[in-house]
């Protein structure tokens, strides 16, 4: 499912882009550590109980965010558009996923590794991650449906 072409220019380099101030060699940085996966509808992006591996970025289609309710029923507890975020909170908080998400039509993501965006070296880019979460949670609310 993984495409070496990138379809994925409007989560990093859009005009709406959440690191459009970057600079290019920061955006470089970015572009060398991310992948595009499509989606057909219904497929899971993640499950509950996964490891984040990166930033998602829904760069078409939509998705459901579920969690399961009582009697094991899915309760929706969002939908995401592009150019949305799914699955961050669990990222900055270094936990594992407490939702599911599935493609609800055919979709296409990217997703930027955590390795990037955290880095452990000097030298790398430098994104503070509390303003990196707050800028994410701010970019989700309006993607929301």
Request: net charge positive; aromatic share 6%; glycine share 8%.
């Amino acid at each position: 499912m993984l495409k070496k072409k990138s379809f994925c220019e409007n989560c990093i380099d859009g005009k709406e882009s959440i690191f459009s101030k970057l600079s290019l060699e920061d955006k470089d940085i970015l572009h060398q550590n991310h992948y595009c996966t499509s989606y057909k509808k219904g497929e899971t992006i993640y499950r509950q109980g996964d490891k984040p591996t990166g930033l998602i970025c829904l760069s078409s289609g939509k998705v459901k965010v579920i969690k399961e309710g009582v009697g094991g029923r899915e309760q929706i507890v969002r939908m995401s558009k592009p150019i949305g975020f799914i699955g961050y909170r669990a990222l900055f908080a270094g936990g594992p996923y407490i939702s599911t998400a599935v493609a609800i039509e055919d979709s296409k993501i990217c997703i930027i590794k955590k390795d990037a965006l955290f880095p452990q070296r000097s030298g790398e880019l430098t994104i503070d991650p509390m303003e990196l979460e707050t800028t994410v949670s701010v970019r989700v609310q309006k993607s929301t449906t």
